[in-house]
């Protein structure tokens, strides 16, 4: 069993910036990529940035890339999320997951690949 906790989440303006992290414990040599998603209310959960522990290949979404960097600590425990150049769109609960499925299917950063996700830290992003 794994478990990921977030935390790291608040409120700022419009061009500040946060970091989120993500905390794994249990049994986490059998995972092997984490993905950060988000949900903003109404809509559907995005993948917005993945990391391939073992070598720390990285990949993110289109409305983040250039703006988000997804890092993990040298014992590969903790998984960071640096936002910067926030947005109020970037407004929604985030949310990390984990997997064991191949590169191929985790790098599309659909929610459905994932099977271990923490509970969800809020980010509020005011104009």
């Known amino acids: 069993q794994v478990q990921l906790v977030e935390s790291g989440g608040g409120s700022v303006q419009a061009g500040g910036s946060l970091r989120l992290s993500c905390a794994a414990s249990?049994?986490?040599?059998?995972?092997?990529?984490i993905t950060w998603f988000r949900q903003a209310p109404g809509k559907g959960r995005e993948g917005v940035a993945l990391?391939?522990?073992?070598?720390?290949?990285?990949a993110y979404a289109n409305s983040v890339k250039g703006r988000f960097t997804i890092s993990q600590d040298n014992a590969k425990i903790t998984v960071y999320l640096q936002m910067n150049s926030l947005k109020p769109e970037d407004t929604a609960m985030y949310y990390c997951?984990?997997?064991?499925?191949?590169?191929?299917?985790?790098?599309?950063?659909?929610?459905?690949?994932?099977?271990?996700w923490g509970q969800g830290t809020q980010v509020t992003v005011s104009s």
């Open positions: 249990g049994d986490t040599d059998s995972i092997t990529h």
């Open positions: 997951a984990g997997t064991d499925k191949p590169n191929w299917l985790a790098f599309q950063l659909q929610e459905t690949a994932y099977y271990y």
């Open positions: 990391i391939y522990r073992r070598l720390g290949t990285t």
